[in-house]
């Protein structure tokens, strides 16, 4: 099987783990970001100029996008003018190692209608101001539109599109805003969690992205990382896979402890270092009548513990 093969059977699997996903030898960079994973995700607006190679820019290889075929860093790279999805290959020729980035060309916030929609999904209303005038906490500039046919797609190894989307009623076209850096992160902590001898087939993302409509629906604080698109509740179902989180602390219950071990777990990868500038907040919650134990992981820059 060619590189290039494997990696998109990568892309078809739905099962795929992070041992078995593997890394890039020679990591893809894509605008100054390094991303050592086969198959990855980026945002861009309409148009958007961007910059693809591998780590080592001395090594030769090919890119393929838009119907075009160039050599990296000779062939100008930027987003169709229309929203959709797109993708780049990147083919390393020293190492014969092939990265797929699926590009999503964002629609712009600027067509959200004066009620707060976007072609019929209620969007809301962003905080006018940023928080403590970050700009983390500014509004988005776009939104990666989620249609039927695009909610599978692969933003890493390990997770799609469609676990992201808000949890409000109403049909397709939905719309979500992502952090690549959450991403990154999260593959991190799972694949940690499998080489560290706690194994699990992959986390439940309990919640993704929040529009600023329905995070206030349910009473959440405007400033929420989930409206900016850089937070996610999760938690571990594999045996059973029954909606609620396994005993992972081995007590024999389900309860607010096992999210606890996992945090923990987490807090001393954030202790060694791991995660570099993707250092945010971390909360732990147990169960009610709606849901069981989860944890928040979010790439807020600055820590936080709750």
Same mark, same amino acid.
């Given at each position: ?159 799609? %599109? =469609? ?5 409000? &009623?109403? $049909?397709?076209?939905?719309? /979500?805003?992502? *952090?690549?850096? !959450? ?98 907040? %971390? =909360? ?5 009548? &709606?849901? $069981?134990?989860?944890?928040? /992981?979010?790439? *807020?820059?600055? !820590?936080?513990?709750?």
């Amino acid at each position: 099987m060619s590189r290039l093969a494997a990696v998109l059977a990568l892309l078809a699997t739905a099962t795929a783990s992070a041992w078995d996903a593997g890394r890039l030898a020679i990591p893809v960079v894509i605008d100054e970001r390094p991303i050592p994973y086969p198959v990855f995700a980026i945002y861009l607006m309409p148009g958007q100029a961007f910059d693809a190679h591998f780590i080592d820019a001395t090594r030769g290889g090919e890119i393929r996008f838009g119907g075009a075929t160039g050599k990296i860093g000779e062939m100008p790279l930027k987003a169709p003018d229309e929203p959709g999805l797109s993708r780049l290959e990147i083919e390393n020729s020293a190492s014969g190692e092939v990265a797929v980035i699926n590009v999503f060309t964002m629609t712009p916030a600027s067509r959200v209608d004066t009620r707060g929609h976007l072609n019929g999904y209620r969007i809301g209303a962003y905080p006018k101001t940023p928080l403590r005038g970050l700009d983390i906490y500014l509004p988005p500039t776009g939104f990666v539109e989620v249609t039927a046919d695009n909610a599978d797609t692969r933003l890493s190894p390990n997770f799609r %599109l =469609g676990q992201f989307v808000a949890k409000q &009623a109403g $049909g397709y076209p939905k719309y /979500v805003v992502l *952090r690549a850096g !959450l991403l990154l992160k999260l593959e991190n902590i799972l694949a940690t969690l499998n080489e560290r001898g706690h194994p699990t087939d992959g986390f439940v993302i309990m919640s993704g992205y929040r529009t600023p409509y329905y995070n206030r629906a349910i009473g959440n604080v405007p400033y929420s990382r989930h409206v900016f698109g850089g937070a996610a509740d999760i938690y571990i179902d594999d045996s059973p896979r029954d909606g609620r989180m396994d005993d992972i602390n081995g007590d024999g219950a389900v309860n607010r402890k096992d999210a606890r071990w996992l945090a923990n777990f987490i807090n001393e990868m954030s202790h060694e270092g791991d995660f570099g500038p993707r250092i945010g907040g %971390l =909360g732990v919650y147990g169960s009610n009548a &709606a849901h $069981g134990p989860f944890v928040h /992981v979010d790439v *807020r820059g600055t !820590l936080a513990r709750w």
